[in-house]
């Protein structure tokens, strides 16, 4: 029988979609209202509150912010009621804050668990990534090809022409050089503007979505969130950290980061199993957005457990309060 402190994530996982379902429905009344910090601030009150209920002792690994930077769900803050096993926590309360205040496309809440120990230590500085879906012989793509390799290496892999894949990448000025490089080829890109974790999970399922492959810099956090979810969906991650100044290099040093060249692939980034869930704020490509209805509220939740390899939506709805 399993005891208190063993990472038992079937009975944790009903747990951690209620978390990620309280903090989308916390800012349901914040979207589309131009008021991101608002918005993220909602998110992260009820995550918090809704983590402390839970039976673990947790902590956050991957999260707001250092101590300094943000009051919580920091990195390195504690949280759980303590009664149960340690665990990682990687979380963005509101991933798409930006999408949220806008009434964009493809904003979420997102949480990822897993035994103490099992997620990288990811600074808060960017990371080169690239990812693919499952099903493809590993390091068919890698991060020391170029964006034109790539899209050639994929298509080879998947018996199509360059033109039948199509990328998604972070619309940034940085990512200009990449984009032309990649239409090079007659591969075409899916632009985004916030959201990489969804921007990685769209490649897990190519026949939802309609995405090959992700490429691009982003946050080095939001990394290990997109490869705890690919643990669970299957696919490739690569991510390289990339340090601009001596003080981000400092915070890699903090991390326990000492080889900074390194590329991670996801079993590095995420090297045991964990579950994964993701409540859908506005519409996208992977989740419906909240629903308003007359006294209710319903949300869709997709929860998942690398152990098994199962993917679970699940569509929950909630009476609305006064």
Do not use: W
Request: charged share 25%.
């Amino acid at each position: 029988m399993p005891t208190r402190s063993d990472f038992n994530d079937r009975m944790l996982s009903l747990g951690l979609a209620r978390v990620a379902e309280q903090a989308a429905i916390a800012t349901v009344d914040l979207i589309g209202r131009g008021d991101e910090k608002a918005a993220d601030q909602a998110a992260v009150n009820a995550m918090r509150e809704q983590l402390n209920l839970l039976d673990i002792k947790g902590v956050v690994v991957i999260g707001e912010g250092e101590r300094d930077e943000a009051p919580m769900l920091f990195i390195g803050e504690e949280v759980g009621n303590g009664n149960g096993p340690g665990v990682d926590i990687a979380l963005d309360p509101l991933e798409g804050t930006t999408l949220t205040a806008k009434d964009m496309p493809n904003a979420l809440t997102v949480i990822a668990m897993g035994p103490r120990g099992s997620m990288l230590h990811a600074p808060d500085v960017y990371m080169d990534k690239l990812a693919i879906g499952p099903g493809f012989a590993e390091n068919v793509v890698t991060l020391d090809m170029t964006p034109k390799e790539r899209v050639e290496a994929l298509a080879k892999a998947k018996d199509c022409r360059p033109r039948d894949i199509t990328v998604c990448v972070l619309e940034r000025p940085r990512h200009e050089d990449m984009i032309a490089e990649i239409r090079s080829t007659g591969a075409s890109i899916r632009l985004i503007t916030d959201g990489d974790v969804a921007g990685v999970m769209h490649c897990a399922e190519p026949a939802q979505t309609g995405i090959d492959m992700y490429m691009g810099t982003g946050g080095a956090p939001e990394g290990v969130l997109a490869a705890a979810a690919l643990k669970c969906m299957g696919g490739q991650i690569f991510g390289r950290l990339l340090f601009r100044d001596d003080d981000e290099k400092g915070r890699a040093a903090k991390a326990g980061i000492t080889d900074l060249d390194k590329i991670y692939n996801r079993d590095e980034m995420v090297t045991q199993d964990v579950i994964f869930a993701a409540t859908g704020v506005t519409s996208g490509s992977l989740l419906p957005g909240i629903k308003r209805e007359v006294g209710f509220y319903t949300t869709e939740t997709l929860l998942m457990r690398s152990k098994t390899g199962s993917v679970r939506r699940m569509t929950y709805r909630n009476p609305r309060h006064a």
